[in-house]
């Protein structure tokens, strides 16, 4: 049964939100909130020391590597135990470190360019990376980004209803059922030493989930795989874990993936591996120099020791020193996982999309559970900036949403026509114009009543720069 049993009713009570993730939808979720000058407290919390998500870049010398093979998130990725369930402990509890791996490093490395230009990877009021566009910072290299996130977080610092919460992993959600309505008790383990974690509670009347989804990472079951990987530990692993093309130098390299983390290290290797194969679904992808371009790999076999790749071609690549599988990423919320058990209903199919939210963003059940950079491709943070202005009007109790009857046909409709497949989420050039028109009419207000944000423009001419710009990406990765 949905939370709002018609949807369309206002959220006047909400006073109080925790934002989940300080990267770039947290740091646009937070501006919006913020200006809505509803709120008597916002709480954005980072699990990592650091703002910025996934462009920090680790220390190399600390990276865990893991590559788990047809794993989904509910197996790679599970919650932890919860002290404070079926207990009476109040306040805060010291519980040692736990041994379970967390996925908390970034899938950045140091020569990470962007791929979208600049005035359409930043937010509208903000848009260059260091005060003026200009063509030498089209593209820039992921600490400019990081360093462009934490400065936007940071300008609402000081502001007396927002505070920031470091190495504050959100642990576990739950609903908590009032006369007048209801909210979340949010359970936080805050690192506090090498040794142990404190863990608290506190209690919010909203959730804007900002994690992203470059966390968990996806290596398809591929026959062969799993005995390949058993046999020769260290051969597969996937491009979260790529941090220099040095690690490679004279060695056989398989890349497997299309999209742009494929590509970009297919590119870096050239020079350093003694021989570069690109795995490509998607004939059509761009053909870089100097790489030999293979198809979809059909199996792995062992033969006399050593492992040969099999493609669809039924060409081979006996012995290679490497795999790397640029094959995405798992949508995940381990925090998430028992308050959606308790409601019956699916978190994710298979970590490949999250079935229950309209517009990729409000929890259908329950809409003051939202989330904020769900969309993948295209211009992510123009797409973030829409997410989050809607959200904000909604929470401070501005707009209604459609019903629970019309938001099931929109996400059955969307189902039907993109079934359970990553194209679910995919917000590309092709529909990133309706899909922002679809939000700004969600999101509509005379302007007499507007408090915070506006919804910035998306013109044909933002659309044709972004276009344009992704050629000379492709130039750029075929240059050597």
């Not at 940071?154 to 505070?163: A, G, I, M």
């Not at 919460?165 to 949010?186: A, F, P, Q």
């Not at 092709?430 to 005379?446: H, K, N, P, V």
Request: net charge negative; hydrophobic share 35%; aromatic share 10%.
């Amino acid at each position: 049964m949905p939370i709002f049993e018609k949807g369309n009713e206002k959220p006047a009570h909400v006073k109080s939100v925790a934002i989940i993730g300080g990267g770039a939808s947290g740091a646009i979720a937070l501006d919006s909130l913020k200006k809505e000058d509803h709120f008597d407290s916002i709480v954005l919390f980072e699990r990592r020391d650091i703002l910025g998500g996934v462009w920090c870049l680790d220390n190399p010398g600390t990276l865990t590597e893991v590559a788990h093979v047809g794993r989904t998130p509910e197996q790679a990725d599970p919650p932890l135990e919860n002290p404070f369930r079926n207990s009476e402990a109040k306040g805060t509890i010291l519980v040692p470190k736990t041994n379970q791996y967390r996925y908390l490093e970034t899938p950045s490395y140091p020569n990470l360019k962007t791929n979208i230009t600049e005035s359409l990877m930043t937010f509208s009021d903000s848009n260059s990376w260091t005060g003026e566009p200009s063509d030498e910072t089209e593209f820039v290299d992921g600490p400019v980004v990081r360093d462009y996130i934490e400065a936007y977080i940071l300008r609402n610092k000081s502001e007396k209803n927002v505070s920031i919460e470091y190495s504050s992993t959100i642990e576990d959600v739950e609903r908590i059922i009032t006369d007048n309505g209801h909210y979340y008790k949010l359970t936080i383990r805050k690192s506090s030493s090498d040794s142990h974690d404190i863990w608290y509670q506190r209690n919010f009347d909203a959730i804007v989930v900002a994690t992203g989804h470059y966390h968990v990472p996806f290596i398809p079951d591929v026959p062969g795989l799993r005995e390949a990987q058993e046999k020769f530990p260290g051969l597969v692993k996937h491009a979260k874990y790529f941090r220099t093309p040095e690690r490679y130098k004279d060695k056989v390299v398989v890349v497997v993936g299309t999209r742009a983390s494929g590509i970009d290290i297919s590119r870096l290797l050239v020079g350093k591996a003694s021989k570069v194969y690109h795995s490509r679904r998607n004939s059509q992808a761009p053909a870089l120099k100097n790489v030999v371009p293979k198809g979809v790999i059909k199996e792995f076999k062992i033969v006399e020791n050593q492992v040969v790749v099999v493609f669809d071609d039924n060409s081979e690549v006996v012995a290679p020193d490497h795999i790397i599988y640029g094959t995405g990423y798992q949508f995940s919320y381990p925090f998430l996982n028992r308050l959606f058990a308790a409601d019956n209903q699916v978190l994710t199919h298979d970590g490949v999309l999250v079935p229950g939210l309209y517009q990729h963003t409000f929890l259908i059940n329950d809409p003051l559970i939202t989330f904020v950079g769900i969309p993948i491709d295209g211009v992510s943070f123009r797409v973030f900036e829409y997410q989050a202005i809607l959200v904000a009007r909604f929470l401070a109790g501005r707009i209604t949403l459609p019903n629970v009857s019309e938001q099931e046909l929109w996400r059955n409709d969307r189902f039907s026509k993109k079934g359970p497949s990553r194209s679910y989420h995919t917000i590309g050039a092709d529909d990133a114009s309706d899909y922002m028109l679809e939000l700004t009419r969600l999101g509509y207000l005379d302007k007499s009543l507007v408090v915070g944000r506006q919804f910035p423009e998306f013109s044909k001419e933002d659309l044709d720069k972004y276009l344009s710009a992704q050629s000379r990406v492709f130039a750029l990765w075929n240059i050597f």
